[in-house]
C-alpha cells in the first residue's frame, strides 16, 4: 500500500518538474531514482506472451473456483469455450470437454500481465507491461470487493 502511495505521489512530482523547468532543476536529485519502468524489449522474431501471476494457493477445483470468484453456474461457459476453443480439431470434442471438466483439477491467479506494443519509442519490439487484477470475493484496497472475472488454467 506504501509503495503504491509513493509511486503516485512520485509520478505528481515528475508531472510538477515537467511542467515548471525551475522546480525541475531542484528536484533533480529527487527524480534520479531508478524504478521498474514497467516495460521489456524482445529480439526481432521472439514470442511475446501474456503472463499469469498471483497464483491463488486456495482454489485448486473448479467448485473453488466458483465459490472464490462467486460465479453463478459457470460450468456451461467453459464447456462452450473449450469446445470451440481447445478441443475445436478434436475427433471427439464433446468427450474431451467431459474428461477435462471432471478431472476436476485447476489453477487460479488474481492477475495477468499483458505485453502491449509501446507507440511512444522508435525501438519496434519494445512492450510496455499492463496488470489486469481479479479480486473476486476479496476486498481491493479498502473498497467492497469487485468480482472481477478471474482467470483460470485448467490444470
Not at 30 to 35: A, D, E, N, T, Y
Not at 75 to 91: G, P
Request: a negative charge.
Amino acid at each position: 500500500m506504501w509503495e503504491h502511495s509513493f509511486a503516485m505521489k512520485e509520478l505528481n512530482i515528475e508531472a510538477w518538474a515537467n511542467l515548471e523547468p525551475s522546480i525541475k532543476e531542484k528536484l533533480k536529485s529527487v527524480l534520479s531514482r531508478k524504478r521498474n519502468s514497467g516495460t521489456i524489449s524482445k529480439v526481432h522474431g521472439e514470442e511475446v506472451y501474456m503472463q499469469l501471476q498471483g497464483k491463488r494457493s486456495n482454489v485448486t477445483k473448479i467448485d473453488h473456483v466458483v465459490e472464490e470468484y462467486q460465479i453463478p453456474n459457470p460450468y456451461e461457459h467453459w464447456r462452450v469455450f473449450l469446445r470451440n476453443n481447445i478441443y475445436s480439431k478434436s475427433a471427439a470434442p464433446e468427450s474431451d470437454v467431459e474428461n477435462l471438466m471432471n478431472t476436476d483439477e485447476v489453477e487460479a491467479f488474481n492477475s495477468v500481465e499483458i505485453p502491449v506494443p509501446e507507440q511512444d519509442t522508435s525501438e519496434q519490439n519494445a512492450y510496455i507491461l499492463h496488470h489486469l487484477k481479479c479480486t473476486g470475493k476479496r476486498v481491493w484496497r479498502g473498497q467492497a470487493a469487485r468480482h472481477d472475472v478471474g482467470w483460470v488454467r485448467l490444470a
